[in-house]
């Protein structure tokens, strides 16, 4: 049983930046893949960007390459998401989630077994 704890969100102005982070505790199998996903009110959950603790392998959707960057510190029990130029249209509550298979696929195309409880990122003037 996988326990994911989010943190780092908060109200920044447009181009500001935000560090998120994903702190995974309780998974036992060696290898697994953590995404960064989002929702904003009305819409449904979108995925982000992802990263696998295997090779390091990373993904990105195209609305937030070259502004989002995901790492992994060197425990590999923490993923952090670097967002900086933050446009208001990255609204929404970051979600990151836990899938045993570590292949990183396009677009972070993932099974999640585990959520964690979220954080509110809000951009806005």
């Known amino acids: 049983q996988a326990h994911l704890v989010e943190s780092g969100g908060g109200l920044v102005q447009p181009g500001g930046s935000l560090r998120l982070s994903c702190t995974v505790s309780?998974?036992?199998?060696?290898?697994?893949?953590i995404g960064w996903f989002r929702q904003a009110p009305g819409t449904e959950r979108e995925a982000v960007s992802c990263?696998?603790?295997?090779?390091?392998?990373?993904a990105y959707v195209d609305s937030v390459k070259g502004r989002f960057t995901i790492s992994l510190n060197d425990a590999k029990n923490t993923v952090y998401l670097q967002m900086n130029n933050l446009k208001p249209e990255d609204t929404g509550l970051y979600y990151c989630?836990?899938?045993?298979?570590?292949?990183?696929?396009?677009?972070?195309?993932?099974?999640?077994?585990?959520w964690g409880q979220g954080t509110q990122v809000t951009v806005s003037s």
């Open positions: 309780g998974f036992t199998s060696d290898h697994f893949q």
């Open positions: 989630g836990l899938d045993p298979v570590a292949v990183v696929l396009p677009e972070c195309l993932m099974n999640v077994d585990y």
């Open positions: 990263i696998n603790n295997y090779d390091g392998e990373t």
